[in-house]
């Protein structure tokens, strides 16, 4: 069983920056890949960014060059740095955990479907 829970949402304004953080419970941390997904309402849940477990970093295109997904297995901690926020910026942002094992260890899931833990989700909120 992992646990997840999120911090660091908020309300900011169109070009301010936000970091959100996911800790996780369990001491194989480091053999998840994990990805953060946001969903604002009326919408699905969509990608933002995942991480496997050797690193490789993967992006949604809205995001490309403006969020920053990172982990520190040591805190077993995921973090999302979010620059130059915009108002469709605007939903809850999940985090969660994909804890099959993939022989390719530079992979990690674009779709929810694979993601077998989430978090409860933290609100971001972008004014204009």
């Known amino acids: 069983q992992v646990q997840l829970v999120e911090s660091g949402g908020g309300l900011v304004q169109a070009g301010g920056s936000l970091r959100l953080s996911c800790a996780a419970s369990?001491?194989?941390?480091?053999?998840?890949?994990m990805g953060w997904f946001r969903q604002a309402p009326g919408k699905e849940r969509e990608f933002v960014a995942a991480?496997?477990?050797?690193?490789?970093?993967y992006y949604a295109d809205s995001v490309k060059g403006r969020f920053t997904i990172s982990r520190d297995n040591a805190k077993n901690t995921v973090y999302l740095q979010m620059i130059s926020l915009k108002p469709e910026d605007t939903a809850v942002y999940y985090c969660a955990a994909d804890t099959q094992y993939y022989s390719n260890s530079y992979y990690a899931s674009r779709g929810p479907g694979t993601y077998d833990y989430w978090g409860q989700g933290t609100q971001v909120t972008v004014s204009s």
């Open positions: 369990g001491r194989t941390f480091s053999s998840y890949a």
């Open positions: 991480i496997s477990r050797s690193g490789n970093i």
